[in-house]
């Protein structure tokens, strides 16, 4: 398909040469004035512009500018024919967005030359975007596929926890999105929040590797059974350091049991040593351990919840994120947040 070309010159003689010199190679039309011009957009889109300078009622510029305004005609090539060696109008072409300029009276090889080439370029420019356009869909296609394979392996290591543990079904999923709603308040960004949500879901990941006979053991452990339950951080974080493409994945699972005060465990770190995101994950395991129903007892009742919430900051809970807590449990007037 040949190209399609606009001719705008108010001398009909020059329009009907021009016409004559490009119509074997292209589809050109010819309009007298800027408002036939603009008046000739409204049915078709050229490819590229031959447009006059000096014309009375609508000069060049003018129609230029309101072409432009036409969001199919921002990056269509516009060659003005000019008259003058006037500098200035040059410029003032520039200005505007002209591609080029062709001085008149018109040397029928340059003025086929300079279309060819314009018209070149233009395609290669299009071509350009669309390849452009195409390869960045797919990576946004690929991201988003690599963001579901991160969750459903996610999903599927936070099955195997819950699978062995009867007791707390779905307690890292609840986990997971308490601490990501704590982060959100706190200011975190949405891609911040997402690694939050997957460091909470994982955060007990080492219960895997605690004998089941401790972890549904119905009645209370033994100091024996208790070091034992103990040691799931330190295995959370074995597992979980092996993954290195989501950054402090291992975090939530190493430290969320630490104590703001250091009379926590593994390592007894305290305040601002423990890492933001085991602080928040702490304060979130903490509330779902007391506000989900468990085999031996009921959900405790939120009054409970929050004064132990209250009691425990600054004690075992970063007192920033123990606050916001605090907020989303009077946000919650209902006590619906939890056992969803
Ligand atoms: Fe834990």
């Known amino acids: 398909m040949s190209n399609r070309i606009l001719v705008v010159d108010d001398d009909a003689t020059m329009a ?6 490009l119509k074997d190679d292209y589809e050109v039309y010819m ?3 800027g408002r036939n011009a603009l008046q000739f957009l409204e049915k078709k889109t050229p490819e590229l512009v031959l447009l006059d300078i000096k014309m009375p009622d609508m000069d060049g510029f003018e129609t230029m500018t309101e072409m432009r305004k036409r969001p199919e005609m921002e990056d269509v090539p516009v060659i003005f024919l000019t008259g003058d060696e006037d500098s200035e109008t040059e410029e003032h072409g520039l200005a505007v967005g002209a591609s080029d300029f062709i001085r008149k009276p018109v040397v029928p090889n340059v003025l086929k030359l300079r279309v060819r080439h314009m018209l070149e370029l233009y395609t290669l420019r299009n071509d350009l975007q669309h390849e452009v356009e195409l390869q960045t869909a797919e990576i946004i296609e690929q991201q988003e596929k690599l963001r579901q394979m991160t969750y459903q392996i996610t999903e599927a290591l936070t099955g195997a926890i819950d699978a062995k ?3 707390t079904s779905g307690h890292s999923f609840r986990v997971a999105t ?5 982060a959100g308040r706190f200011g975190y960004s949405t891609a911040d929040q997402e690694i939050v949500f997957i460091t909470g879901m994982l955060h007990d990941v080492g219960k895997i590797g605690v004998p089941n006979a401790i972890i549904n053991k119905p009645g209370k452990l033994t100091d024996e059974e208790y070091e034992v339950m103990k040691s799931h951080p330190a295995i959370g974080a074995q597992i979980l350091e ?4 989501i950054p402090h994945i291992a975090t939530g699972a ?3 049991h630490e104590r703001y005060d250091g009379r926590g465990y593994p390592d007894g770190l305290s305040g601002k040593d423990i890492p933001e995101i085991a602080r928040i994950i702490g304060v979130a395991d903490a509330y779902d351990a007391m506000s989900s129903k468990r085999s031996y007892r009921d959900p405790l009742p939120q009054t409970v919840v929050r004064s132990e919430i209250e009691k425990g900051s600054g004690t075992q809970f970063d007192p920033v994120f123990a606050g916001i807590m605090l907020k989303m449990i009077d946000g919650d007037t209902e006590y619906k947040m939890r056992e969803f």
């Open 254 to 256: 190493h430290w969320h």
């Open 178 to 182: 308490y601490a990501r709603e704590i």
């Open 31 to 33: 309009v007298t004035s």
């Open 165 to 167: 543990d009867t007791y």
């Open 242 to 245: 092996k993954i290195t493409t």
């Open 16 to 21: 009907r040469a021009i016409h004559s010199f």
